[in-house]
């Protein structure tokens, strides 16, 4: 089995490239719909336990939760100590589920790849990428977030010219939908035929 780890900055279109893996029948692990779901239960008691207050009828408050560590590195070592040996376990649980179904191809969405060093865990890694036009565009159309948020969150991004050098593949989101599967079909007859290689 391959693993693909697939990432890409802010309105790229990772999450449009993610479900069009899925369509075409490949099990797709999201790491951050992983961490909403262990917000919403398993995680929720050691969470409220080490930072009370922060969890609402059972489940985080993402907002309080955030507030509470953002500016505190102790705090989010803290809370990393906490979700990650979870999150590892689901991980692991798809993993065990995809080999049962033979899947030749499994995909990890992980937002941060190569800033967390995740690209060590995969063997290949897909970047998706459009211009920085489209990328500003797509973002402040979803009115929720500002000019100034945007661009904090760019900066804390790693470069997304940095990241495509680094892509085994780019998946160039700029021309609509069908240009993307056609991208998706090539990327998983290569990659089927390229050595194994995370550590």
Known sequence: ????????????????????FAEAGVPVYDADAAVHQLYEGEAAPAIEAAFPGTTVNGKVDRPKLSARVVH?????????????PMLGASRQKFFADAEAAKAPVVVLDIPLLFETGGEKRVDAVV?????PELQRERVLA????????????IAKQAPDAEKR???DFVVDTSHGLEPVRAQIAHILAEVVKMPQRRT
């Open 142 to 153: 979803r009115g929720t977030m500002d000019e100034a948020k945007l661009d904090a969150i």
């Open 127 to 131: 970047v998706v990428s459009t211009s």
């Open 72 to 84: 505190d590195p102790a705090a989010i070592k803290q809370l990393e100590q906490i979700v990650h």
């Open 165 to 167: 050098r680094r892509a």
């Open 1 to 20: 089995m391959r693993i693909l780890g697939l990432t890409g900055s802010i309105g790229m279109g990772k999450s449009t490239t993610a479900k069009l």
